[in-house]
């Protein structure tokens, strides 16, 4: 037998032997005896599997979910320290938890759960008292064991919290050791509170503030002291002070699992040098947590309604990949987060691909992937994943749905999956590029992303007409050479606003007219010409795409810079400035190509 059904056997049996006597109770069923911790009710036996490690765990965990917009809603700023628990747990629009809704999560075939808190809530730290008000604490708890009832992993965080961890990015030296005074705090009483439990419950170091967003000004006005070196070196002076002090308050916190927040939690960010993994005086009970919005456009906003394409595919997989450099060295990898976002409500096109690729990584490296959910799939007050085809994705992926199958046999399907998603894949692509111009043809077109993300076309150097908003209508020119040209976005029947970016481009323009100028001549927005701020200039930064900038913050023009009168002191990325809440219906740009003499 493999060790993944060698371990669930065994842990199941010992659970159920332990506190559920011959066969489990149904949860809420009190015929059992429940202990009690910090006089709690709790089923959990408090034991601690001395010989697992953080690998052999993370194939136990096996789907997970977030308990999303719940315990972290900040209202710290509008509530009191000692208001009512739930008055924070339901301020962002999520029902008050119940066991119902925990069981409902776990006959939908997640194993565990994440519980994202804001500890700060119940935290009077402004007057440096640290102290987290019991009842705060004991909802949490109360959460923790519904989890627990259904026989669930459980990771408990300080989440993003109001952002107090700019305080660590502060100018002032006794902020900072405020900020670090606080987070010791908070911790040794989430270990005091939780310390009985078994290592079925499992501390998170922090969320994705450990990294750039210490130098967040939300708390701490005077934050945004930290260059990047030392953003890395306080993420892992921050992660290594968690795992000491979790160990020394000693118990079952000197064996429990610990997931290590990455910088940023970003897969990038985290797999570079300087980034850390602390030292343990625990054997191999480390794990590590990044999150996964790749791309944001598809994952966190309305702008792109598809995802399946070979370029999409690579993406996903070249990054997971790179997480394998953490579990060579023994440390289980949890992604905390991942998620796509909802169109008008409802499921977007290709979850299910991006969802079904996204799980068979996982199955291939023994990553425990964390859905992040806020009643969008997991609906809580009916219990259940109402979209059938997403429903039967994750209950395909539960640890009990996969308890018949080897390893072996888990990763090869998951590998036979990817690979006739890959080449269908490859088919499609092949198919549209028969219908993108040649290398002898040049097109303009405008590159567009809204300033809400909620709408872009073509964004890159890179002429793509297939990636697109659904609904927007794009017109796009054929240029043969001197001479005005009209281009144009229809967005009229979408909800764009403002611009975080927008350029007009021209394939092969570099091959087909080189050296050329595009002198802009007129921008209308919503049909009307708008004032210009500084003069245009043409640039080819990938020697291909002829473009010059509309608005583009992170571009400046250079010696290469191309104008028609040769003086660039007066030249600007930014020309088309908008209002970020201006509605936009509609963009048309009216150039003029000259080419060289």
Excluded at 53 to 67: F, R, S, V, Y
Excluded at 249 to 265: D, M, Q, S
Excluded at 393 to 420: G, H, N, P, W, Y
Aim: with cysteine.
């Amino acid at each position: 037998m493999k060790l993944k059904r060698l371990l669930a056997a065994t842990v199941a049996a010992v659970m159920v032997c332990a506190f559920f006597g011959s066969c489990k109770q149904k949860s809420g069923d009190s015929s059992n005896s429940d202990s009690q911790v910090s006089g709690i009710a709790t089923k959990d036996d408090g034991s601690i599997q001395h010989d697992l490690t953080a690998l052999e765990l993370c194939k136990l965990m096996g789907n997970g979910i977030n308990l999303g917009n719940t315990m972290e809603a900040y209202g710290h700023n509008s509530l009191s320290v000692d208001s009512e628990p739930v008055m924070f747990e339901t301020m962002w629009g999520q029902p008050e938890t119940t066991q119902l809704m925990i069981d409902g999560m776990k006959d939908a075939g997640f194993d565990s759960i994440r519980i994202p808190v804001a500890w700060t809530n119940a935290m009077d730290f402004e007057h440096d008292d640290f102290t987290i008000q019991p009842a705060y604490l004991d909802r949490v708890e109360e959460i923790v064991n519904y989890a627990l009832n259904d026989d669930m992993y459980v990771i408990i965080n300080d989440h993003w919290d109001g952002s107090w961890w700019g305080m660590f990015g502060s100018a002032s030296e006794e902020t900072r050791e405020k900020a670090m005074k606080m987070y010791k705090s908070m911790w040794t009483q989430i270990c005091e509170r939780f310390g009985k439990y078994s290592d079925k419950v499992i501390f998170e170091s922090a969320n994705e503030e450990l990294g750039d967003r210490l130098n967040d000004k939300d708390v701490a006005s005077d934050s945004g002291t930290l260059n990047v070196m030392e953003c890395y070196e306080k993420t892992n002076e921050i992660n290594q002070t968690f795992v000491d002090l979790v160990r020394g308050t000693g118990g079952n916190n000197a064996e429990r699992f610990l997931l290590i927040a990455g910088y940023n939690t970003d897969i990038v960010r985290t797999c570079d040098p300087k980034f850390k993994m602390p030292a343990d005086t625990a054997d191999h009970k480390l794990l590590l947590s990044v999150h996964y919005y790749t791309p944001w456009d598809y994952c966190g906003t309305e702008a792109v309604s598809q995802w399946g394409n070979k370029l999409n595919l690579d993406e996903q997989n070249e990054l997971l990949a790179k997480l394998t450099q953490f579990t060579d060295e023994g440390y289980g990898v949890i992604i905390g987060e991942y998620a796509v976002a909802l169109k008008n409500g409802e499921t977007k096109k290709d979850t299910d691909k991006f969802i079904e690729n996204f799980l068979d990584n996982c199955d291939i490296y023994n990553y425990v992937p964390m859905l992040w959910d806020c009643s969008s799939l997991y609906k809580r007050l009916e219990h259940k994943i109402t979209d059938e085809t997403i429903a039967k994705l994750f209950k395909e992926r539960s640890l009990s749905a996969q308890s018949s199958m080897t390893d072996e046999e888990i990763v090869s399907a998951a590998k036979e999956r990817m690979e006739e998603k890959y080449k269908k894949a490859e088919e499609e692509e092949a198919a549209q590029k028969a219908q993108l111009p040649d290398e002898n043809t040049a097109v303009a077109w405008i590159m567009y992303q809204s300033a809400n993300y909620q709408v872009s076309y073509s964004v890159g150097d890179e002429y793509n007409p297939f990636n697109i908003t659904e609904g927007l209508v794009a017109n796009d020119v054929t240029v043969t050479g001197e001479g005005e040209y009209e281009v144009s976005l229809d967005m009229s029947e979408l909800f764009a606003q403002g611009c975080a970016f927008s350029a007009v481009g021209i394939t092969n323009g570099e091959q087909l007219f080189p050296d050329c100028i595009i002198d802009i001549e007129e921008v209308c927005i919503n049909d009307s010409p708008i004032e210009l701020e500084g003069d245009d200039y043409t640039c080819a930064d990938d020697g291909k795409c002829t473009r010059v900038n509309l608005f583009n913050e992170w571009a400046k023009p250079d010696s290469s810079a191309r104008m028609a009168d040769g003086d660039i002191s007066t030249a600007s990325s930014m020309i088309m400035k908008l209002d970020k809440n201006l509605p936009v219906k509609k963009i048309s740009v009216k150039f003029r190509l000259i080419e060289k003499k």
